[in-house]
């Protein structure tokens, strides 16, 4: 995928304030500090036009980038993050949950999962909630770079059976510092909006 436009567009917390010209959706879930931020950067070839930050629990909305005026990333906040207050954690799991459950937009939804650890019980819940929805899914394993090449199967196959992903969502070995991953994901997401 050619990038010859990317841009933030707005950081939206109710659905009035979500884009309204039907651009394709694709959103983004995942932990504190699962690497979203750097995902974003890595698929649109910025530095660092979503921000990232050593601080995890940073974005607490929507945050909505436009990508060569043809589709939207749409990176959810990060959850699992224990400075977050219990209230504010439960109107950040309405917000996605409610977004999920009604936007027409949404095309795709990458469940972005560290390499290194075996997903988390909120890692599940998302993705129960993806396939009770039935939203198409992409889990994303971020991370490759800090573990050896030897290992990635193994640990792609820990995620799997600790999601009991369904076989027929894709799978990504992700590397925000090489770039592994980066077309194979875009041939995916070109896929799930030409749908």
């Not at 980038?65 to 990333?73: A, C, P, S």
């Not at 959850?79 to 504010?88: C, D, E, P």
């Not at 971020?142 to 799997?160: E, F, G, N, V, Y």
Request: hydrophobic letters at 35%.
């Amino acid at each position: 995928m050619k990038i010859t436009q990317a841009q933030f567009i707005i950081s939206a917390v109710q659905p009035h304030q979500y884009p309204e010209d039907a651009l394709p959706e694709i959103a983004l879930a995942g932990r504190s500090n699962v690497g979203k931020s750097s995902l974003i950067n890595k698929l649109i070839l910025r530095k660092n036009l979503a921000r990232t930050s050593s601080q995890p629990g940073k974005t607490q909305q929507l945050n909505y980038y436009r990508v060569n005026e043809m589709i939207y990333l749409v990176d959810f906040p990060g959850y699992g993050y224990a400075k977050v207050s219990k209230t504010q954690r439960e109107q950040f799991g309405e917000m996605i949950e409610k977004y999920i459950r009604d936007r027409e937009p949404l095309k795709l939804q990458l469940l972005v999962i560290d390499i290194r650890h075996e997903p988390s019980a909120q890692d599940k819940l998302m993705y129960k909630w993806l396939k009770h929805y039935e939203i198409p899914t992409c889990i994303v394993a971020t991370k490759a770079d800090k573990i050896p090449r030897s290992k990635w199967d193994k640990h792609i196959k820990m995620i799997k059976k600790s999601l009991e992903a369904d076989p027929r969502d894709s799978v990504v070995l992700f590397s925000s510092e090489t770039g592994l991953g980066r077309e194979q994901l875009w041939d995916i997401i070109t896929e799930a909006i030409a749908t």
